[in-house]
């Protein structure tokens, strides 16, 4: 080969292990958060409570204030129940869940109802997906506060199929207290039965909470990730919920970041989903979740690059890796290919894999994985073999708005 050629393969190569120093310096943020960052107990974050709420410092954020825990709910019956109760352990006083049975054939509406919840029932026959389930039922959730003379200061998001921990509440109250706006719990995925699952969990901790830590550690803003969101009434109230894509709560980040609203991830307060029980279900969540991914890089690139060029910011370089970081299977891969080809070997394929070997054995620390962990990302090929396989699927469901609940 030439010296053009080689050239030209080696900025090709440099360009292409973005992604791998974009993850690497996340990580090492993520290290840095859970040895050196402040960690916040119950007993810490109560004291912060009444510190804040008798001195006025910081915000008026106390037990007094109201938080409205919504979730979005389609066919849910078998897991509705159970969710609730989860909620209900984490609640204080002054918190009330509310489920939106949105489009629901099932007893989702009197499973919730019999757990206690505030029930919310959607009917419609076109407008079916999260996004819209969000924006109707959020505005009547902080109207019943003001009927009910209890007014909603703050207003989370919780999944239908998951569990938040019960020290969540408090933690999320300090949070407020010391001037955050918008959080996002620690979301980490059940580890689950089927091998395809257990591998999709180890990729979830990654994207849901080392990217996030990284981000808090070097000053950055999260993203959100649809399960255990929380958000100051004056956010939504400023910025209502617009976003209906099947990456909904991606694109309303987007929204808010380019906004100047930092995301804060909060340590400790853990929220977790369950992954689809079938290989059907597992991937008709990977290849929603992918589309809505893929139809939100391709419509917000272009202007983000141009905002970028015009106004260079470390918030907006930030969001820009964020987007054009591809799934970690599909990077996985990318390496694995330079591997294999002798041009691109040692600078692409070696360098790449290095920095993400760091990335993906950090995760398990990091997001408090079981060590039996490590034992499936031996199982890694197979599922980037699957993952590779679904993208003609992922590519036309990319401008798909419908909400298909995935079989667990």
């Not at 918008?182 to 979830?204: K, P, T």
């Not at 690139?301 to 060029?309: G, H, Q, R």
Request: net charge positive.
């Amino acid at each position: 080969m030439n010296s053009v050629g080689c050239i030209v393969i080696f900025l090709i190569s440099v360009i292409l292990l973005i992604p791998a120093f974009y993850l690497a310096f996340l990580t090492a943020g993520a290290v840095l958060q859970r040895v050196f960052g402040p960690a916040i107990s119950v007993a810490d974050a109560n004291k912060n409570e009444l510190l804040h709420s008798s001195t006025g410092q910081g915000g008026s954020v106390g037990k007094g204030e109201h938080i409205a825990i919504v979730v979005p709910a389609h066919n849910e019956e078998l897991d509705i129940a159970s969710t609730v109760e989860s909620l209900k352990k984490a609640a204080d006083a002054n918190t009330s869940i509310h489920v939106v049975a949105d489009n629901c054939n099932d007893a989702t509406a009197a499973r919730a109802r019999e757990a206690g919840a505030v029930v919310w029932e959607r009917f419609h026959d076109t407008l079916r997906s999260k996004g819209y389930a969000l924006e109707w039922a959020i505005p009547k959730v902080l109207a019943w506060g003001d009927e009910n003379a209890t007014r909603i200061e703050f207003v989370a998001v919780v999944d239908a199929d998951a569990s938040l921990s019960e020290n969540s509440v408090p933690l999320v109250r300090a949070a407020f207290a010391n001037g955050s706006d918008v959080l996002q719990s620690e979301y980490l995925l059940n580890r689950g039965e089927h091998m395809r699952a257990r591998i999709a969990s180890i990729g979830f901790a990654a994207m849901n909470v080392v990217r996030g830590l990284g981000r808090l550690w070097w000053g950055g803003s999260d993203t959100l990730k649809g399960n255990g969101m929380w958000f100051r009434r004056s956010i939504l109230d400023k910025y209502p919920w617009r976003a209906y894509s099947l990456a909904e709560d991606f694109e309303y980040a987007i929204h808010l970041i380019r906004s100047g609203i930092r995301i804060r991830i909060l340590p400790g307060s853990i929220v977790t989903g369950a992954p689809a029980r079938s290989g059907k279900g597992l991937q008709e969540q990977r290849v929603r979740w992918e589309a809505g991914r893929l139809a939100l890089v391709t419509q917000t690139l272009p202007s983000l690059a141009a905002e970028f060029l015009k106004k260079p910011s470390l918030k907006t370089l930030d969001l820009f890796c964020e987007i054009i970081t591809p799934p970690l299977a599909l990077v996985v891969a990318l390496y694995t290919l330079a591997l294999l080809w002798e041009p691109t070997r040692y600078v692409l394929g070696l360098v790449g894999f290095v920095l993400l070997s760091f990335h993906v054995a950090a995760t398990v620390p990091l997001a408090k994985l079981p060590l039996r962990t490590f034992v499936d990302l031996c199982s890694v090929p197979f599922y980037v073999l699957w993952k590779v396989a679904l993208l003609p699927l992922v590519w036309a469901r990319r401008r798909s708005k419908t909400w298909v609940r995935a079989e667990r």
